[in-house]
């Protein structure tokens, strides 16, 4: 889930490198929604036909923290610690 990757960004130092399909996948959709910057790459390959892609996330926006403030004040909302 692109919100759980979001909320793992947060506690990384940046920049990150990505190379996991899933994570580039979930850096994807977080780029599209401005919730991050971040650069996706295609890297040169060996093989025919693959999709082999990294990633660099830079930086998570004013808009991501804003996402993430609202997920830690909806957990909060309904008992949870954090």
Same mark, same amino acid.
């Given at each position: /889930? @692109?919100?759980?990757?979001? /909320?793992?960004? $947060?506690? *990384?130092? $940046? @920049? &990150?490198? &990505?190379?996991? @399909?899933?994570? !580039? ?10 919730? !991050?910057?971040?650069? !996706? ?12 892609? &990294? *990633?660099? &996330?830079? #930086? !998570?926006?004013?808009?991501? $923290?804003?996402?993430?403030?609202? /997920?830690?004040?909806? #957990? ?7």
């Amino acid at each position: /889930m @692109p919100l759980l990757f979001l /909320m793992r960004l $947060l506690h *990384a130092r $940046l @920049p &990150v490198h &990505v190379s996991d @399909p899933q994570d !580039i996948r979930h850096v994807s959709v977080l780029l599209a929604t401005g919730l !991050i910057e971040a650069e !996706i790459q295609a890297l040169e390959s060996t093989v025919r036909y693959a999709t082999s892609r &990294v *990633a660099t &996330v830079g #930086r !998570i926006t004013e808009a991501g $923290l804003a996402e993430l403030s609202k /997920m830690r004040d909806a #957990r909060f909302r309904e008992g949870g610690t954090g």
